[in-house]
C-alpha cells in the first residue's frame, strides 16, 4: 500500500491508485471500517492526538466492549484499532513528537496519527457514500453557503463536522447524533433541533460574552462534551447534571469557574480541566463519581483530596500538589492502585521537610510503576536517593526546576530505563560536573540544561544516550566546553544554545575557514543554532 500511496503523490486522479484504495477499505474487517472513516473529520494532514481520538471512538459507540481481553480497557483496544490499521497502511502513526515533547509511554503506544492525502479523500468519499459522516471543509471560506445550510437540513446526516468556519449551521435536523466544530468565532445553533446529540466538539472556539449556549445543557444523551482550546468563562450548572456524560473536557484557554455540581454526573469517566476554580473559592468535590477513570488537571488546592483515594475506579490521574499533605495522599494511598501518574510538585519546599522525609518521599515515587511524567518545582538541597534495581521503570519524562540537588544527578537518572525526556532549569544541579557513563540514558531523546551557574565540566562516555536527538543549553555560563562523547551520538538532530558565554560557542564554530577546537563533536549534527 506504501508504494500506491507514493506512486499517487503529485500525479492527479490515477484510476489504478484508486482501484487499491478501494480494495483496502473494502477488505477491512467490519469492526475498522466505522473507526477509519471517522478520521475524516479531521484536517487533511492534521496530527490527531491519540488520546482524544481513542475517547471519541468510544463515545461513537466504535468500540465493542466484547473485543476487550483480560485487564484490557475499551481505551486499549481503541489502540489496539488504530495499530491494525497502521499495519495496514490505512493511517500513518508517530510514537514520539520529540519537536513538541509528547512521548509514547508504556500504555500509549503512539502519540498521533495522520492520514495521507489519498486516504483522506477516500475516508470523506466511503464516509459520504455510506452515510457515516458529513465533512464541511469551510477553511477557505469564512461563510457557509446556502447550499450547504440545505445539505445539513438532510435528516439522514448522522454526523456533522465543520471544519473552520467563522459562522455555523442554524438548519440542521433533528436525527443528528454527532457534531464537531471548530475555529469558529460564534455559533448559532438551535440545539433543540438536535436534541439527540451523542457527541459535542467545539474547539477552538470564542463564545459570545464567553458563555456556553445555554441549549448545550439540555442535551440529555449527550456522552462527549469537548470545549478544547475554546474561551468559556464559566460552565452551566445545567452541564453538571447531564445524565449520560462520560467525557467532559474543559482545558479551555482562560481560567474558567465550575459550579460545584461535578460530582452529579455520576457516568462521568473521564474530566479533563486546565485552569479551572470552584464558583465561591470552595474545593471541588469528587466523591461519588464512581465510574470516574481519567482525571486530568487537578489542583491540589482546589479539590478536595480526600476524594481521590475513594474514586475506585480511577486509572490516571494527572495533578499538581502544593503541600505535603497532597502529596502524601498521592504517594501513599494512589500512586500503587494508579495506572498512570502524572505529578508536579509545584510551590512548596520539599527541603524544609527535612532530609530524611524527602528522601522517603522520592524512594516511595521511584519505585511505582505508575509514574509515567515527574515534574518537581521544588527545592530539595540533598543528594537524590541511590540507585536501586526497579527504580521508575515506566519513568518518561522528568523536569527538574529549581531543586538544588548537591550530587551529580546524572548518576542516578541515567539508569533510568524509559526516560526519554530530561530537563533540569533554575539551579536544578548546584554541583560542578555531571558525568554520563556509557550505559546512562538507554532512550533519552530531549535533554534541556537551563541556568545550571555551578555546571562546570561535562562528560559523556561513548555509548551514553544512543537515541539523543535534541540538547539544548541555556546559560550555563561556567561550563567550559561541549562533552566530547557527542560526536558518538549519530542520532543527535539539533543542537541550540542561548546566552552561553562567547568564548564556549566560538570553539564550535567555522570561521575563514578555520574549524574551532570543537567543531569536531559536533559537525555531524545537521542543525546546529546558537543564540
Known sequence: MDAYLKHGEGVGEDKRVAQMLDLSYNVLPYYLKPCFLYLGCFNE??????????????????????????????????QR????????????????????????????????????????DLCLKKGEEEGFIKVMDLSQEGKIPSSINNAT???????????????????????LRSLLVTRSSHITIDFKKIKFLKTLILENFIFEDGKLPSGVGKLIHLRHLSLFESIVHELPLSVCYLPYLQTLDL?????????????????????FLRYAKVKGHVFLILDGLKELETVVGLHSDSVCMGDLPKLTN???LDIYVCDYEALSVVVDQMMTKLRETHLCIWHFDLHKLGEDIVLGILRKMFMSHSLITLWIASGIGFNFPCYQRGMCPNLVELQLIGSQ??????????????????????????????????????????????????????????????????????????????????????TLQELTTRLMPARFNERLLVVNGEAGQDYHKVRHIPSIKLF
Not at 50 to 66: D, F, Q
Not at 90 to 118: A, G, P, W
Not at 251 to 271: D, F, G, Q, S, Y
Not at 429 to 434: D, K, L, P, Q
Request: include cysteine; proline fraction near 3%; charged fraction near 25%.
Open 251 to 271: 482545558r479551555v484557554k482562560n481560567e474558567i469557574t465550575l459550579p460545584n455540581a461535578i460530582l452529579n454526573l455520576k457516568r462521568l469517566r473521564h474530566l
Open 81 to 120: 484499532y488504530l495499530n491494525e490499521l497502521a499495519f495496514r497502511c490505512m493511517v500513518q502513526v508517530r510514537e514520539d513528537d520529540i519537536s513538541n515533547q509528547k512521548f509514547s509511554t508504556v500504555y500509549n503506544k503512539f502519540t498521533s496519527c495522520r492520514l495521507h492525502d489519498l486516504m483522506h
Open 405 to 490: 540537588i548537591e550530587g551529580d544527578v546524572m548518576q542516578v537518572l541515567g539508569n533510568f530505563p524509559m526516560l526519554k525526556s530530561l530537563s533540569l532549569r533554575l539551579d536544578a544541579f548546584s554541583g560542578t560536573e555531571m558525568i554520563c557513563n556509557a550505559t546512562a540514558f538507554p532512550q533519552l531523546k530531549y535533554l534541556l540544561l537551563i541556568d545550571l551557574p555551578n555546571l562546570e565540566k561535562w562528560k559523556v562516555e561513548e555509548g551514553a544516550m544512543p537515541n539523543l536527538s535534541y540538547l539544548h543549553i541555556w546559560n550555563c555560563t561556567e561550563l567550559e566546553m561541549i562533552p566530547d562523547g557527542l560526536r558518538f551520538i549519530t
Open 45 to 78: 494532514d492534521e496530527e490527531m492526538n491519540t488520546e482524544r481520538l481513542y475517547l471519541l471512538w468510544m463515545a461513537e459507540g466504535l468500540i465493542s466492549v466484547e473485543e476487550k481481553g483480560r485487564n484490557e480497557t475499551l481505551r486499549d483496544v481503541a
Open 153 to 175: 437540513a438532510n435528516n439522514n446526516i448522522r454526523r456533522l463536522a465543520i471544519l473552520g468556519s467563522s459562522e455555523v449551521l442554524e438548519e440542521i435536523k433533528t436525527r
Open 314 to 316: 480511577l486509572q490516571l
